[in-house]
């Protein structure tokens, strides 16, 4: 009730108030929501933070600067608020080496900017009104863009409603990459790369391709975020990591899991300025889920909120939903110890994970119980996928992690183990024997 109450005063820009007013029922609002804020973040979240030269953020919160207006509509007061807003991120990000996001707000209208060569350019916006669903949408949209919270469980819901394409984090995630992009796209190695991404993918679907920046851009953001989830999954202390261990998979090899995380198209993020910075925020943001939580092909909803269904009906990828994976496995994996599984194009990995966890589950339920080392073993000769889209396969890799779990990953009895998800035609599979 007090987050509604807050949003019933912000939200109509009544001019009576002073600024102060709105800015400390603001920063109420931040401190009394969902946001997972302790003591720390709160010195965080004051009031009138120094910003060198003179002047004074009005409110700073992780990554974020706030800056508060009375009313954004008046004069030139928005113009002038944005050059002052671009000026206090390019400070916080001199002085930190963080990437910083920029908030404009009057209580009313929220406005996130990403910095671009100095200047601000508008990634997501929202307008509010008093009621219920705007305090809920408020809160949804400012979490996206602090990314503070912690242990979300990783459902479809709360997948599309924080990273999918409607999202603000989305919104600046993708303006990050398309800006790192923009500014270094006549790099030779990331010429190459995009080459490379767009023969490959000329090659597996033919003129149902077209090459487009756009895309590739998408792409790396989701193989990005795939990658990083892989180590989360893996249990890999993820926030103390490099951004160059994460994208190349050095530490899968040292903990004994082969063949999800390798070097690829997507990592020409890490030969750019700026770009260890984006992988970090990035993985900071992805920390919010406990990925020990994941009962479904999570991965799938998030590409299909991100790639536009246009797009993925030109390049033929139709995703099966969750129930009737799970449905079809149960029903034609009657004996998954003794059958060899095979998805010949198995895209994220939806019907793999169902299979993985049915096999599981009979393996754990055998007497005298299989150790551990055996059960993984046995399940990486018995469901296998393969698909000739790299970006799936990165997925689908993942997904085989996750189905498999963190506890079970995590064991000191696991030993070394290789996920069998190839990038590959299985049409034109030949046996080599």
Same mark, same amino acid.
């Given at each position: ?47 009138? *933070? ?33 050059? !002052? ?12 080496? +963080? ?10 209208? @929220? ?8 200047? =601000?350019?508008?990634?997501?916006? =929202? ?28 459902? *479809?819901?709360?997948?599309?409603? +924080? ?33 490379? @991404? ?9 003129? !149902? ?113 969750? @129930? ?104 034109? @599979?030949?046996?080599?024997?």
């Amino acid at each position: 009730m007090l987050l509604q109450e807050i949003v019933a005063r912000i939200c109509h820009r009544d001019h009576a108030r002073m600024e102060a007013e709105v800015q400390a029922d603001i920063r109420q609002f931040i401190l009394s929501a969902p946001f997972n804020l302790d003591d720390g973040d709160v010195e965080m979240a004051t009031l009138e *933070a120094p910003a060198g030269g003179g002047r004074r953020i009005d409110i700073e919160v992780g990554s974020t600067v706030i800056e508060v207006k009375r009313d954004l509509r008046r004069g030139r007061v928005r113009e002038e608020a944005i050059q !002052q807003l671009a000026g206090y991120v390019a400070h916080r990000v001199a002085a930190t080496g +963080r990437r910083y996001a920029g908030v404009l707000t009057d209580g009313a209208e @929220w406005a996130c900017y990403n910095l671009v060569e100095g200047n =601000l350019e508008l990634v997501s916006s =929202l307008l509010i009104q008093a009621d219920v669903e705007s305090t809920h949408k408020l809160v949804f949209w400012l979490e996206g863009v602090l990314a503070t919270a912690a242990g979300i469980t990783p459902n *479809a819901r709360e997948i599309e409603a +924080r990273l999918g394409a409607g999202s603000s984090a989305y919104a600046l995630d993708r303006a990050s990459v398309a800006a790192l992009f923009e500014r270094n796209k006549g790099l030779p190695t990331l010429k190459v790369k995009r080459a490379l @991404w767009s023969r490959l993918l000329t090659s597996a679907l033919g003129n !149902q391709f077209t090459d487009d920046e756009g895309l590739f851009i998408e792409h790396t953001l989701l193989v990005n975020t795939a990658e990083i989830i892989a180590h989360a999954v893996l249990g890999l202390p993820v926030a103390e990591l490099n951004p160059a261990s994460l994208l190349s998979g050095e530490k899968f090899s040292e903990s004994g899991v082969h063949g999800v995380v390798e070097a690829d198209f997507f990592d020409w993020i890490l030969e750019v300025d700026g770009g260890e910075q984006f992988i970090r925020t990035l993985a900071r943001r992805l920390m919010r889920f406990d990925w020990g939580a994941v009962r479904e092909d999570v991965l799938k909803i998030l590409y299909e909120s991100v790639i536009k269904p246009e797009t993925r009906k030109e390049l033929g990828e139709y995703y099966t939903p969750d @129930w009737l994976a799970e449905a079809m496995v149960d029903s034609s994996l009657n004996d998954p110890l003794h059958t060899r599984t095979l998805d010949p194009a198995c895209g994220s990995g939806t019907f793999l994970f169902h299979a993985v966890r049915k096999y599981l589950a009979a393996a754990e339920a055998t007497q005298p119980p299989t150790p551990l080392f055996q059960i993984l073993r046995d399940l990486t000769h018995h469901v296998m996928g393969m698909d000739l889209h790299p970006v799936a396969v990165t997925f689908a890799r993942v997904t085989y992690l996750l189905a498999i779990g963190r506890e079970r990953l995590t064991a000191a009895d696991r030993r070394e183990i290789h996920i069998p998800v190839f990038l590959g035609d299985s049409l034109q @599979w030949r046996d080599q024997n």
